[in-house]
């Protein structure tokens, strides 16, 4: 009886979960047009902050690669009130943690820190917002570190140079192709001039999505959130260039060799919907590709790995969170025996047959509710919420989207999933890459 109970229980907790929004988040606009969002969390005295600039790369200027992520890197070097180093080093001392990262469509900063200190965080965050102090000199400094950071992440990497090359053939002409650190020849060229004007042009409320999670009471974030960035005036918001060209429908092959390389790979990446076009679709290949390529439970690798043995890894997913088109990414490591141009044949093929077999409708619901599990538990954690939320939101999707989401999961059916497979399993707007020494 104890056992049905706990059963029961658990259930209806389940249930109740589902129901709800995941989050429950609550939000407000300043004046100048600033999106504010509060996660409610009084398990620990802690507070995660997150600001979210709704641009990355992409408003670049042609020929000008790189200036998202160099002015990352410069938000860094402080302010009159705040010099350099001030900010960083009194989150060390509080026993907080920071970062920030760079996209494709957006741009981040994040704070960990006890409760105590919010004020001045969010202070802190509001005033270089927009008084960021800037110099020729720590321009300079700054693009060295960069070009070593390329170095390092980029051209000393056969796998990551190979990623570069296939997209910038996967997306000709559109900033999808360019890459994130920009092209070495783009960064040497850059100017404080440049930095200057892209700063005061992008760095702006109106540009922005704050979002607090953790020990905070929402009337607090609400008064703080006025008194600091509720001073800052509202600009122009600019976009970058339109996400569409023309689609390539060829099986272009890019093969590295380098000497470094001990073990054969192969790649595949795919332009398809992102969640923008349909969010039910978009949900329906995901939910496809777990079942079919991600992790060692998946088809294709209990079929080509655990069963014939052909390869030590395979695998796949689907990013859909982008203000375009979304992306696809395949990889196999195949035995030495099989050639790299075998290995896309042998892929198609298998899920030609995993498909025809048809995916069980167990399977399908194991995997759905995997899914559900994984929104409820994304609550937990104090920077969970505020990442989700945050690139939520300026990808273009309403925080009732996100609260839903699991209603919208339940709605997927198996006939969803399987029309969405094969409809991937037709697009020929893709690339092969091969990596061997």
Known sequence: MKLVGLILFFLTFFSKLQSEGIYNAKSFQLKNGMKVVVVENK??????QMIWYNFGSGVE???????AH??????FKGTKKFPDNYYSNFISRIGGSENAFTSYDYTAYYQIFPRYELEKIMQMEADRMVNLTLTEENVEIEKKVILEERFQRVESDPSAKLDESMRSILFPNHYYGTPIIGWRHEIENLTFTDV???YKKHYIPNNAVLVLSGDVEFEEVKKLSKKYFGR??????????????PLIETSIKVEMNHPTVKQKIWKKFYRVDSYKKSIKKGLALDIGLKILASGSTSLLYESLVNKKKIFSAVGG????????????????????EINLDEVDKIINDEMKIILNQGISEKRFEIEKKKYIFDSIYSRDGILNPAQSIG???????SLDDIENLNKKINEITIFDVKDALKSFQENKNFIIGGLKS
């Open 61 to 67: 200027e042609k020929g000008k690669s790189g200036l």
């Open 196 to 198: 200057l004007k892209f």
């Open 43 to 48: 398990r620990a005295p802690v507070v995660s």
């Open 232 to 245: 800052h005036k509202k600009g122009k918001v600019s976009f970058g260039m339109e996400t569409r060209d």
């Open 317 to 336: 997913y689907y990013q859909g969170l982008t203000k375009g088109e979304g992306n696809v990414y395949f990889y196999a490591i195949p035995n030495e």
């Open 391 to 397: 690139e939520s939101l300026t990808i273009g999707f």
């Open 70 to 75: 160099f002015m990352e890197h410069l938000m």
